[in-house]
């Protein structure tokens, strides 16, 4: 039974296309996240939402906008793709946010975003 | 200076080998520290949190020096499936944006 799951896999689209990839968490946490991990390995927050409520906003193109219907989604929509877009992108969750307390983040398995 | 900086990698080791890994930080305020692991193509995945009087969890030893701002892992007896990248994670706390910050990772690799 997936914990946290993301939709699609593998995304494949032209530069200033838009599209959207989902998340849902079945863990009962309060708190979702998203990360990008671009092509050198390195993981940076992206934003974080608590019981739906938008708490970090990491300097992120406002082409990204995340919606979080409720706290078991957290959904991240892409306007006008660039090729700088390209990397692989992680929804996680957790019960608190980070920063409160020695907190496990669980990650989805990643939804990999290349731009031609 | 980076806020989360790791050894550089990759390392190769032969089975049976102890490996190490050295990881600084920046923040001195920061208070939870992590070892995750992220398998080739997958998602992180928490190896185990560093506690202040350091922990032990089978073959993996972590270590936390906070006057240092430094936090080291310890495989002893590597296994082929130790093969991985070992990121040090560390957090923000929550009256500074309350985040977890991600180093680079150090690639190891066990050889038969």
């Known amino acids: 039974d997936t914990a946290v799951s993301q939709t699609p896999k593998y995304l494949v689209t032209q530069m200033g296309n838009d599209k959207s990839i989902k998340c849902e968490q079945n863990?009962?946490?309060?708190?979702m996240y998203w990360y990008k991990q671009d092509s050198k390995k390195f993981l940076k927050i992206m934003f974080s939402?608590?019981?739906?409520?938008?708490?970090i906003n990491e300097t992120v193109p406002n082409r990204f906008s995340p919606k979080s219907p409720d706290k078991a989604h957290l959904n991240l929509h892409i306007n006008s793709l660039e090729l700088g877009d390209s990397a692989v992108y992680f929804c996680?969750?957790?019960?608190?946010?980070?920063?409160?307390?020695?907190?496990?983040?669980?990650f989805g398995p990643g939804t990999r975003l290349l731009v031609l | 200076r980076k806020e989360v900086e790791q050894d550089p990698g990759p390392f190769n080791v032969p089975e049976g080998a102890t490996v190490a890994f050295n990881c600084t930080y920046s923040?001195?305020?920061?208070?939870?520290f992590f070892w995750y692991r992220q398998d080739c193509r997958k998602e992180p995945k928490l190896l185990m949190s560093?506690?202040?009087s350091g922990n032990e969890d089978g073959r993996f030893t972590a270590q936390l020096n906070r006057a240092s701002q430094y936090i080291s892992l310890l495989i002893r007896d590597s296994k082929l499936s130790d093969s991985a990248t070992y990121l040090c994670?560390?957090?923000?706390?929550?009256?500074?944006?309350?985040?977890?910050?991600f180093g680079q990772g150090t690639e190891l690799s066990v050889k038969p």
């Open positions: 923040n001195s305020a920061s208070q939870s």
């Open positions: 996680a969750s957790s019960q608190v946010l980070a920063g409160v307390s020695q907190e496990t983040q669980y």
């Open positions: 939402y608590n019981n739906k409520e938008l708490i």
């Open positions: 994670v560390v957090n923000i706390p929550y009256n500074q944006g309350g985040k977890l910050i």
């Open positions: 560093v506690y202040s």
């Open positions: 863990l009962g946490h309060d708190t």
